[in-house]
């Protein structure tokens, strides 16, 4: 589905995001049903949907759907991969949010899935999204034609992405928390690394995959998507201290309140900009040796999150 | 790894299970390893195999390597999908005991994981063990030379069967509770059926998947895990009503303690154990449908099954 938008083009929206590429996502992602045995099960896909529909950037896959134009992965290949990845933020937001973690009520501007529905169904959503993820994936992208060899390697890759060794490994050492000392700079890289930048990576790595790139070809692009990671998370942590809550969709300050080590308690908030703008231009150098095709909305989306207010 | 065992052995142990299979799946789960870039996350491995090798009968891989054995499926490419289902199964045991779901502290007479690592750090190795399940499946699977489109058939049934129409379906029903009344034992039979039917299910059709089996072929198979899923349910209610805290592992009657309907509420302990007589025999002709390679292990193991003591 949804494979009617023009390869060709690269329309932004008056924010300078590739917005045409969101809504592919925001529909793509309406239409997705969780298939249920039982009518008793419904109330979990609504707690899944609640949070899954909550608006937002969608930027990991809209950088999925970017990095397919740039490499020629047609729509309906990608898609699958790009609500999987979706799903699995989604997922982790969930998680992060339970009392037993940030302890968090509100997200996006709406009361977190537990505060909605309950934490025992919070951790259950999370859970199913996690494993439809998957199933979406690897059924989906199968059924339009993505050869199973490349599939193989995208789901193989997502799954290492958002294991110990990724998401989930990131999340481990965000709740143990970054002692301060000497190598506190090394350790808020590695969690940051770990906890946000191997689910972006995947979002760009995975279509390297589907795209059956050998290395040559994808070391470019593994490497703008290293840096975009890194630009990512510096920015966030400003926006904790800069932005407002309306921008936000959760209350300010909130790394300062859980006393969380930051890029801008490291570096102070000019040290973090200056940073940003280092890791901004390498991704962009990146992108020029990855070739002409990669430059549209791949360049624009990498301005926006140099740029972006929330 | 652990290839060196003769396929057409059937040594069963004293207790009538096929304690051979048994001993190559736990050297099996002792030998992984779950990568890790950064030393800071060892912790959370250390978590994640606490909970793995906890012991027990590990009935759905030896269910797995069964089935590989009676379909022809070489020993090394049927364990990285034994492996999964048994990290998936730890998992659905770390989240299932969290103080937000059932509450245990007990589980195989250790400490429950939130109790020995924390509430946060339990429901991250939950997390951890689902993503390297679908990592070691996928990457290991292609390195043993499993055909790709085989592997990704067994992974999407994996995966259908873990989410909303599966496992986390199925304790999503137990969390809401079955309601007394007409329908109380087609509920029950609902919610067995996904929260621990699947993933028996995907034992035996996710190796049915590895084999490249046709549906006809299939058939009795799947009959014969149908079968097999609802027995290893009533003898488990059974068990919770009968069994000492000694054979359970965990406190006797904590079913009844946390008001949960069972096969045994709902049918007596002896209309319990005459639908488990009843299921068993079904389970048998299935099994003599599939033809005689499928008779040894399988029928060795469904026996045991139907009389388990722990």
Chains 1, 2 share one sequence.
Not at 55 to 67: D, F, H, S
Not at 116 to 135: Q, R, S
Not at 271 to 293: E, K, Y
Request: glycine share 10%; proline share 4%; net charge negative.
């Amino acid at each position: 589905m949804s494979a009617s938008v023009d390869p060709a083009s690269s329309a932004t929206g008056a924010t300078g995001y590739p917005e045409e590429l969101r809504e592919v996502v925001e529909r793509h992602l309406e239409t997705l049903r969780f298939p249920a045995r039982s009518a008793g099960v419904a109330g979990l896909e609504e707690a899944m949907r609640y949070s899954l529909l909550a608006g937002g950037k969608r930027i990991r896959p809209v950088l999925a759907l970017a990095t397919a134009r740039a490499t020629g992965v047609p729509h309906e290949q990608v898609l699958p991969l790009a609500a999987a990845i979706e799903l699995i933020h989604t997922y982790s937001l969930i998680h992060d949010d339970l009392p037993a973690m940030d302890d968090d009520d509100l997200r996006r501007g709406r009361p977190t899935c537990h505060v909605a529905y309950g934490e025992d169904v919070a951790i259950l959503a999370g859970d199913a999204l996690y494993a439809e993820a998957f199933h979406l994936l690897l059924r989906d992208g199968a059924r339009a034609g993505v050869p199973a060899d490349r599939l193989l390697a995208a789901a193989t890759e997502l799954a290492d992405a958002t294991g110990v060794d990724g998401m989930v490994g990131g999340q481990y050492l965000d709740v143990q928390g970054v002692e301060a000392g000497g190598d506190a700079a090394a350790a808020l890289r590695t969690l940051h690394g770990l906890k946000t930048g191997r689910l972006i990576g995947a979002s760009v790595g995975g279509v390297l995959r589907l795209a059956g790139l050998g290395d040559d070809e994808a070391a470019p692009y593994r490497r703008f998507a290293d840096e975009l990671g890194v630009l990512f998370q510096i920015v966030d942590d400003i926006l904790d201290v800069t932005g407002s809550d309306a921008d936000l969709g959760k209350p300010q300050g909130s790394d300062e309140r859980h006393g969380k080590r930051t890029y801008v308690t490291e570096y102070g908030l000019e040290g973090a900009r200056a940073m940003a703008a280092r890791h901004h231009r390498a991704a962009v150098v990146s992108l020029d040796a990855a070739g002409p095709d990669a430059a549209t909305d791949l360049r624009t989306l990498t301005d926006f999150i140099h740029t972006r207010t929330n």
